[in-house]
């Protein structure tokens, strides 16, 4: 098969599973370069072997035959999901960030969502609960895409969609979002105050932006700048303290930053399931200090920060 061919499957399995209008969102050619930019990270033979395990879940398969085609996604970091009545523990429980994201009562009825840095859409679904106008993930790794539709092809949750591009490629969205989710990225990206304009530039006036990241805890303006790695992790820019992350937020031109969240980071919400990876934060954190990093710095401890733009 082609790459031609192969991006032209791509393009119908996102288009199929969705009943968005992905024309009147994103222009079909700049839709096929996404996909074409993406899949040069990919080989074909990880593509045919998701293409397969996907036309061949069914809803009368046996459980058994249904989880051994939904682990040929794997690793799967969010999760859980049940489809085909199968389990899906994945690394993280993400169940318990959701319940966080909730005590900020934002109503998300009949509003336009974007997700940014989706993964496989999980809070997407959840965000299908309370009936949003639409609601668009947008995420470059293909992995995470062929994940949601395996679970969105069962599901067929009306108005969601995840497209194959990052937060950089926000320009060519013919759409304005009410309310825009940032979780898990900033801390990853090489200049966050960067991210935060881009994220201002494409919120309308009156748009809502809820943003989860690491932070310090200290009650100062402190950042920390991981020399290689935190937690294992690679790419950690920098991790802010919360005055720090709010100075930053006004300073873009956010206003009424609320602290909703801050949660310590635990293994009953991060750890190693049959699939996820081999490893996960147990294996991270100092054994004889939990309370750090194997690298020796703070563990994990996030929040989740509520601000509009006027």
Known sequence: MTDLKLNLKLLTIIKKDTTLPLKKIVKTRHLLELIKKRYKTLGPTQFTQWTTALNSLQNDLPPSIAKQALQQFSPWRKGPFNVYDVNIDAEWNCQLKWQRVLKSTISFHNKKIIDIGCGNGYYLFRLSEYSPKL????????????????????????????????????????????????????????????????????????????????????????????KKRYANMKNISEIPSIPTLTQ??????????????????????QRVTEWSLPQSLSDFLDPQNPLQTIEGYPAPVRAIIICNKP
Do not use: R
Not at 195 to 220: A, M, Q, Y
Not at 256 to 264: L, P
């Open 135 to 226: 609601s668009i993930g947008i995420d470059p790794t293909i992995q995470f895409l062929m994940q949601f539709h395996a679970i969105q092809q069962t599901c067929q949750h009306p108005n969601i969609a995840i497209l194959p591009m990052g937060y950089e490629d926000l320009h060519l969205l013919h759409l304005s979002f009410d309310i825009m989710l940032c979780m898990g990225l900033y801390y990853h990206h090489p200049c966050p105050t960067q991210l935060l304009k881009t994220l201002w530039n494409h919120l309308p006036k009156k748009g809502i932006l809820i943003i989860e990241t690491l932070i310090l805890t200290t009650n100062t303006e402190e950042i920390l700048h991981p």
């Open 248 to 269: 930053q937020l006004k300073q873009t031109g956010f206003k009424d930053m609320t602290v909703i969240d801050i949660t310590k980071t635990t293994t009953t919400e």
